[in-house]
């Protein structure tokens, strides 16, 4: 599985972003599919996870009732729609999948084989 990040740019706190994620591969329906965040000289950040279905879904906490994770199978792609942005916010965010993966380990980096590029994400204050 090839991903790759889009939609990122420099808005203004309080403003709204829609992240992209599209995936090759014809096995993009049955991936757990998440979103991390990073910025220079800190751990990679969970930011959301859904489930290859769509049904589930869960936030870390600084993001939780702000942005909204969702999927489209059948375009392959996964988004995040990040709204009430903060300059907290303000990282390189990435992509991931995994196949199949218990929920007690969404939250780490380090059970996702594929990654995309990142795509910086700018708030200013």
């Known amino acids: 599985v090839q991903l790759q990040a889009s939609g990122g740019g420099l808005v203004q706190a309080g403003d709204s972003l829609r992240l992209s994620c599209a995936a090759s591969?014809?096995?993009?329906?049955?991936?757990?599919m998440a979103w991390f965040r990073q910025v220079p000289g800190k751990e990679r950040e969970f930011v959301a996870v859904?489930?290859?279905?769509?049904?589930?879904?869960y936030y870390g906490d600084s993001v939780k009732g702000r942005f909204t994770i969702s999927r489209d199978n059948a375009k392959n792609t996964v988004y995040l729609q990040m709204d009430s942005l903060k300059p907290e916010d303000t990282a390189v965010y990435y992509c991931?999948?995994?196949?199949?993966?218990?929920?007690?380990?969404?939250?780490?980096?380090?059970?996702?084989?594929?990654w995309g590029q990142g795509t910086l994400v700018t708030v200013s204050s």
């Open positions: 859904i489930t290859w279905s769509g049904t589930t879904t």
């Open positions: 591969g014809r096995t993009f329906s049955s991936y757990v």
């Open positions: 991931a999948a995994a196949g199949v993966l218990d929920h007690v380990y969404y939250r780490l980096p380090k059970k996702y084989t594929y």
